[in-house]
Every structure is written in structure tokens, then in C-alpha cells.
């Protein structure tokens, strides 16, 4: 898909607007787009742009436009009559007057035609009052840009002022409140950052930037001490929240355009009107108050988490996907007209007059047939006559690689290259006969059966005559003998028999695609013999057949390429034999083939959905877990960066692809993926970790289960980790979900935290294992020796508290929430999490209070303050999929809950009060409200916590564990020691009597709360 940005540097620009535009193309360049960026004069020298094409746009010259998706930020340019090639167009609002717009929507009957884009929540809301929907792309920041800042040591006091407009009289206010306050200051210096030269007289030490870079920008932060931001007009901004990114307090004039991140007074400073004594003043609080300098610093910090750069470009492309088709879903379209197609892949190397004969029956027996097939040839950098035929076939898909890189490495690039339902590998000194496809396409359809190979006939040892007229009278007599002649194993060649099953293939096989996610690729450290030996073990370790399929017949040629070959080639052939049969030894411990022989896993890699996160959910619990047991454990991002692998302990890795943006566009370019692929696998190396478990967190990961050999998969459905996210859970479902059911076809374990998600799995009810959330007891230690700290945003909160943790989004019951805070105006009512929705309908309601996202530990401080918490999530339609992890804490802490009716809440019993509907709801809230001493009380607190002791992790993941165990064996890794921090999980004393001291040091916890907050009162 092409999508280009056409951008008019007249609209809606000032500094950091064209970076932000830039970066986003970027990154939609980098998820596998085609993006060219378009401006009418030489500005794009003035930012980077690194993925993206860029070109200088002429209108009078005639240049055309050619786009799937044009994205523009002038209206009237959208409107072009002569933007004849041009799919779908979005108009990137950034105009402050859109007094105009609803004229042009109604004269051009835009509703439909334009999809409108803007990056500030202002503009939305403006569009919103004349009548024109418009989606929110939050501008953002590359944060890792930022965590590399490092600001010089200075002895004098820095300020960074961000002037864009035209009124040099505001500038010139501003300056002279930066000369008020450095009157108390000393060695006061100031950086300008602006879009144009300015002529003042000041006695200031002051350095002039024109329009600088991202780049010069931060220089200037690194002398600087504060923040000053002034925009020209009341649009968005990054200055301010680069400022917040790299620690500095900000001071922002009020505008509408700052609404969307700025605080006044928690993470910034806001001055209504522009006055001198007004700045000096508030450069002077920063200055001389350290707490308030900290503050700033800390709130600023936490508030810039929520624009990260790839919020931006996920936010964009999930728009993009539903204007137009993607290529993820024309490349499942393709594959559902190709479900009865076989790829017959052909590895050529050197071969002469071989691959002649081989394509040639091939056309005859196979191409002109009623069933669907594809020739796909890999030459592997052959240098004699043979290129040059196979480049001349037209009924071939041809790749010629340079190099020859193996036999193995080349069979998966002809089997990638391919879409159908089978795969056919066969050499190239191969012949086949009339009617042996059939037969195989047969057998290969029984679910047992993982690979179906034809009887093998090695002319040499049959001493056939390969002409094909003399072909069929010898078969004849070879099939007469046939019982009576023994079946002989070799590596090199093997005479296939017939029988039920065999025990290994080479020379030609047929497998199903869909296998590949549990089976595996060809291992590619094989450059030369033993491949087809070991992949077809691995089939038999998946419990499949390879069956033998006697009707199909195969000639095969393969000692008379060999008899050809010079002495030195000779020597080369037996190096890679013996290279191939030692790490085959090594990978199996065994050469023998008839004992079946088993491995172990030896790590665990798991893909996960969102970036690595301290939060002890069951992410974590995986990890910690399987460490403890001697497994080595390694956490892949579902983002991409420059970074490189973190250790977190012993054994425990965060690995992190290269690349920019998220990972699943990543995976659909087959060049991205191919890099990330061999980054990991080169770090699995290092890591000593050959036979790993995938453990699987998202279906987006499903393109690369193939590439990575493996032992074992557990699939974890998407409700088991969203909480109550569900938007994101029908995001997931809505896009992802072909890549779920291959997952789940081959997956060995399916893991779901949802009894109505269990219901919906039911076909594959053997694999499927209900394991709700869990809590860790060692993550209440600090809170049950009184280590608590009160959050600055609930400790000036009047009255008892109520507490909302989850995602609050369009499907969240708003109006409930508003009618829970209005008839209980003497609680505060208080949500924590993320918020992708406006919150308009929830404004003036002085008790109701959004702190946004918290890391763990902020989280459980605010849990622990809290009076009473609240679940608001009725089971009904998506909502049903989801598991309330969170409750298991909430009960942990001795909190009371008020919920809906639900039956993921059905296992924990009276602790907590269910209502059948929204009525209810309100009433039990008032009621729980007006008995709240009663619901502290220590008995309540203490059979809370006897209610939940059963769902610690630790209990639930040795279930899993056990579970895994009874299917394949986990190898015991004696170098992994477990850590102070890990041993603390497992207590020497009776898990049945932990609870008893517990229950106990909570409630001398709550005493100690309750006697701090009646004295702060």
C-alpha cells in the first residue's frame, strides 16, 4: 500500500509540527507501507526523514500523485480535481478556524469522501460542534530519543524560551520577565528557539536558534534549568512535552492546545496572560522552591509516557486498516483461494540436464491436471547451464540466490515463497511417474499423518533405465519383487517400501503448511545431508505418521550427480556429511533412528503483547516461575528499537527486535522479518537455547512460530491478559483472527482466564485449560510491614475513597460512573488506567478524579488507600471474554467489592456484592458506602484474605507446569541460581499457614492507616 503525505508548510506549521508529521510517515514506512512525503519548498531539509521517500512537490510542473491513501493538511488541496490516482484521502486537521469547514462539507458532501485526522484534542472538538467526526491521533515522542539526555554540568542558571508567532511585543514581555527574575539569579543564560529573527534590545546573555532540529533542541534542553513555551497560535506542541521527557519544569501560557497534557501546578506551571511580573515569578518558584522544581520534574516525567511515538503510528495505521484493505488482508484472501493448491519446491544446484528431466515430467504429470498446483525453483547460486534454462520457464517461479547457503536454507525460502495448503519438497535429479500426486494428496489429508512420501526408487541400485519409454515395464517388474526385498536405511539414500509408516523421508515428501507453526522449518545449521532425517524425527515427535504412500512413484538419480563430481568436490561432499552427522548427534544424541529418540526443552521464549512492564500479572508470574524451575527465560517486546537484549536476572532476558514501530507490520515484510528472525536466533544461541517452549501472548506473533524450532507452544487467549479492555479485545479478535485459528490448530497447550472464552474453544477442548488471574503475596510485603507511602493525589482527596482500575474507553459505562459520583457526593471517586476516550460528559462532577496510568508499585499504594474498589462491567457480549485479574489484589488487600453479576466472579463466592443490573449497582454502592466501618473491620479483612489464599500465582502456575510436564520434558538448567529477590516467593513455612500471619500483619497495617489518615484529618 502507498500512502502518501502531502503537507502544506503555510497550515498549521511551527516547529515541531513537520517533525511530528515526518516521524509518523517514518514509522509507517518502517510497519512495511510504500510512504512518500510531499511538501511544496525545501523544508524537508530542515527535519529527518529516514524511512519515508520525500520529494519537493511542484504544482506547475505537472508531477503526479499516485497514492492509496492521500494524507493532507489543506482541505482545498484534497479537493484537487486533477488527483485522479489517487484511493482514499484524510485531511490531517490543523487549522485553528474551522468556521469554513462545515460550508465546504456540505457543498462537496465530504462526510463520507474525507476521513478527518487531527493531532489536538481542540481541534476535535471544534470539528465536533459544526457536526464532522474526526479520530485523535495523539502526537508522540521516540522516548528512547530522550533517555540518552544527559544535561551538562553548568554554574550558572539556564532558561529555553519557545517563541512561534509573529507579535514581537508578547516576546518582548517574556523577555523581561526573564530579566525580573534574573535580578535573583545568577548568570542567568537563555537559549530562543524560534521561526524567525527578532530585533530587541535585552541585557540578557542570549543564544537565537531559527527553526532548530529535534537534535538542536535538546542541545539547548542540556543547558537549561526551565522551560518557557509561547506558541504563536493554540495549537499542539512537543516543546513542552519534550521539556517533560528530559526532566525540565515547563511554564506554558494558557491555551486550549495544552489542555490535552498540561496541569497546572502538578506538571507545569500556567500563566493566564502574558506579564512580565507573572513570569519572573514563576521562573522564581521553580528556582528557589526545590519541592516544587521536583514535582514538576516527577509528574512531567509520568504524564510523557502517555506519547510515545508508536501510540501515534498504531493509532494511524488501525485508521489506515479500516479505509482500505490491508496487504495482511489480501494476503489472507490469497490464501483462502489457494486452499487446495500444492507448492512443489525444487532445490537446483549444478544439476546440468537434470532439472531439465525433472521439470519436464513435471509439466507432463502434474501441471496439465484437473487439481491446482506451483512449481517454485530456488537455484542455489548453480554456475553452469542450469540458470540459465530455468530463467527462460515461465510456468516456474524462480529465486536465484548468489550463494548456495544450503539445501535446508534453500527448501524454506522456495516453501515461504508459497501460499498453498501443501508443500512438496522434491530434488531436482528427481523424476516423477503418471498419477503420483494424487495418492499423496490423499493420505497427507488424515489428521495423524504429518508428512506423505512416495515410494522412492534409486535407479542405481535398480539398475532402471531412465529413459522414460522403458520406464514402465521395469516398474512393473520391481513392484512383483517388492515384498520380498528388505527395506535398507541410509543417510544419503533411502528406498522407500511399503508400509503403514516410515521412518524417516529424503528425496520426496509432502507435509501441510499449517504444520509449519508446530513443526517448524527446515533447520538450516544442516547445510548438506541429515536435514530430511531430522525434520522428519521432529514430525514423529509431534506425535504425527509419516506415511508411506506406496501408489505414488518416484525416481530418484541421486548417485549418478555424485559419480560426476572431481576429487576436491568429493572431499567437500564427505566434510559436510560428517559436519551434518555430528550436530545431528548433538541435537538428538543418537544417530539410530529406530529408538525415537527425545529432547528437552531448554528455555522458554515468550511473545508477548505489550512491552516489558513490572507489574506482577501473569507475564511476570511466567517468568519468575520458570526461572525458579531452571529454565532459562527470554521476553520478546512486541516493539521494535535499536536496543539491545537487557538481563534482568540470572537466566531472564528482554529481548527487543531491531527495527522502529510495532512489530506486527514488521512481521508481514518478509525482509524485516527475515532480520529480526536471525537477530533472535543469534541470541538464542548465545544464550544457549536450541529447544525452546514459545509461550504466546498474541496472535500477531503467528508468522514467526515456524522460523523458530521449537518443542512445545502455549497459546494464552487475548481475555486472559486485557482485564477489562475490550476494545482492544475486539480489535485483536477483528484482525487477528485467521492468525489465532492457525494458532490454535497446531497450539499444545491453549490457556484462557474466561469460562465464556473456554466455551467458545470447545472443539479444542482437549488442550484447553482454565487458569483465571492470581496474585503474588510477596508483592503485599511492603504494604503488611507498614511500608506503605500515601499517593500525593489521594492524600488531598476528601472524604472515604472509591477506586476503578481498568481501561477506560467508549465501551466503559460512563453514565453509571457519573451516577455513582452525583448520589454519593461526600465519597471521591477515583479511576486509574489508561484513557483513550474524551471525557466531556463526565466534566464538572467535583468528586470524580482520573490519575491515568500508574507503574505496579504507584498502583498497589493508591489500592492500599482506597476504602472500597469497584468492578462496573456487566457480563454480557465481549465483556464475558475478559478476566478481572484485578480482584484477586483487591481481595488480597481486604478491600470490599461492589460488581455485576459475572461468571468469572462466581469463584469468589460473598466476599464480594454482585448486582444484576444497574440499578442494583447504585443501590449496593450507597449501601456499601454508609456501612463502611463495618466492611473494614478485621474479621471482614480476614475472611477476604482466606477467600483468595487459593489463587496465588504460584499455585496456578504449577498446574500449568504440571500440565507441561506430562507432555514434554523440561530440562533442569543447575547454572541458573535463584536469586535473594526469587527465593523470597517461596516460603519455608506451610503454604496453608502463611495466611495466618497475614491476615494478621494486615490488620495491624489498616490500624496504622486508619490512626494516620485520622490524625492528618
Known sequence: MKVVFWLDPKIGFDCTTPEVLARIADGLASLGYEVELLVEDQILDDYKVEKASRRVYYTQSGQQIVADLLICNSLNKLLRTDLQRVGGRMWLALEEDVTEVAEIFEK??????????????????????????????????????????????KKSWGITVSFFGSNQEVLSQVLQGVEMASNSLNRLKVQLLTDREYQFKTFLTMETMIKPSQDERIKAYEKSDIIIHIPGAERFSLVPLEGMAVGLP?????????????????????????????????????????????????????????????????????????????????????????????????????????????????????????????????????????????????????????????????????????????????HSDSKVTEGWLVPLLKAIKDPKVGMAVP?????????????????????????????????????????????????????????????????????????????????????????????????????????????????????????????????????????????????????????????????????????????????????VEPYCSAAIPIVLGQGQYIYTPKGSGTIYHNLQNSGSRTEMIDDLKGYLGEWEIKQPLLWIEVSWWEPVLKHVEHLYQIYVAPGTLLGDDIETYQQLKARYGSDEESILETVDLIITGSVKEKEDLKKYDEKVFYSPGGFYPTDLERFLKGHYTVPDELFYLPG????????????????????????????????????????KNLQGISNLYFLGNKDWESLLDCLYFFDMMLYPHQDKNFNSHLDPYMINYYLAMGKPVVAFEHRELERFGSMIQLAKDEEEFVQLVSEATNKLEKEKSADKIKQRIHQIKGQSWEQKMDEIYDMILADVPLRQTSEIKITEELEMSESTEDKGNIFASLIKQIYEGYQRLFKGQREKE
Open 108 to 153: 462537496y458532501q465530504l462526510h463520507d469522501a474525507v476521513q478527518v485526522l487531527t493531532l489536538a484534542k481542540e481541534i476535535k472538538n471544534k470539528l465536533q460542534n459544526i457536526e464532522i467526526d474526526s479520530t485523535l491521533i495523539q502526537p508522540g515522542l521516540k522516548l528512547e530519543r530522550f533517555k540518552s539526555f544527559s544535561p551538562k554540568t
Open 250 to 426: 515547563v511554564i506554558l501560557l494558557d491555551h486550549p492546545g495544552i489542555k490535552q497534557y498540561a496541569k497546572n501546578r502538578e506538571n507545569s506551571l500556567i500563566i493566564k496572560k502574558i506579564n512580565p511580573t507573572d513570569i519572573a515569578l514563576s521562573i522564581l518558584n521553580i528556582t528557589k522552591f526545590g519541592n516544587i522544581r521536583q514535582k514538576l520534574k516527577s509528574y512531567g516525567l509520568q504524564v510523557v509516557q502517555n506519547y510515545d511515538l508508536s501510540t501515534s503510528i498504531k493509532g494511524l495505521e488501525s485508521l489506515i486498516d479500516q479505509m482500505i484493505p490491508t496487504k495482511d488482508d489480501l494476503v489472507h484472501e490469497s490464501d483462502n483461494s489457494e486452499q487446495e493448491m500444492v507448492d512443489i519446491v525444487v532445490v537446483n544446484h549444478n544439476s546440468g540436464s537434470g532439472i531439465k528431466d525433472c521439470l519436464a515430467l513435471l509439466r507432463k504429470y502434474t501441471l496439465n491436471t484437473s487439481y491446482s498446483s506451483r512449481i517454485i525453483v530456488v537455484d542455489n547460486g548453480s554456475s553452469d547451464e542450469s540458470l540459465g534454462y530455468l530463467q527462460k520457464q515461465e510456468e516456474i517461479t524462480l529465486i536465484a540466490n548468489q550463494q548456495n547457503g544450503g539445501y535446508a536454507k534453500a527448501c524454506n525460502q522456495g516453501i515461504l515463497a508459497g501460499k498453498g495448503n501443501y508443500i512438496l519438497l522434491l
Open 800 to 839: 472515604p475513597k472509591v477506586g476503578i482500575v481498568g481501561t477506560f474507553n467508549r465501551y466503559f459505562p460512563h453514565q453509571l460512573l457519573r451516577r455513582l459520583a452525583i448520589n454519593n457526593s461526600d465519597f471521591s471517586f477515583v479511576f486509574i488506567g489508561e484513557i483513550t476516550c474524551d471525557l
Open 455 to 635: 515410494r522412492i526408487i534409486t535407479t542405481v541400485q535398480e539398475g532402471l533405465d531412465t529413459n522414460e519409454e522403458n520406464l514402465s515395464g521395469e516398474l512393473e517388474e520391481i513392484e512383483a519383487a517388492e515384498d520380498s526385498v528388505e527395506r535398507n536405511l541410509h543417510i544419503a539414500e533411502t528406498e522407500q517400501r511399503a508400509k503403514d509408516s516410515v521412518e524417516f523421508a529424503v528425496g520426496c515428501k509432502m507435509i501441510k503448511r499449517k504444520l509449519l507453526n508446530q513443526i517448524g522449518l527446515l533447520a538450516e545449521e544442516f547445510f548438506l545431508y541429515c536435514e530430511e532425517m531430522d525434520y522428519s524425527l521432529r514430525i514423529k515427535e509431534k506425535g504425527y505418521e509419516i506415511k508411506d504412500v506406496p501408489e505414488s512413484v518416484v525416481i530418484h538419480d541421486c548417485d549418478q550427480a555424485w559419480q560426476k563430481l572431481s576429487p576436491e568436490m568429493q572431499l567437500q561432499r564427505d566434510k559436510y556429511l560428517n559436519e551434518s552427522k555430528k550436530y545431528f548427534k548433538e541435537k538428538w544424541g543418537t544417530l539410530d533412528l529406530v529408538t525415537s529418540p527425545t529432547r528437552e526443552v531448554d528455555g522458554i521464549i515468550l511473545l508477548s503483547i505489550n512491552p516489558w512492564q513490572r507489574k506482577a500479572q501473569r507475564t511476570e508470574a511466567v517468568m519468575d516461575y520458570f526461572t525458579r524451575q531452571g529454565q532459562k527465560i527470554v521476553y
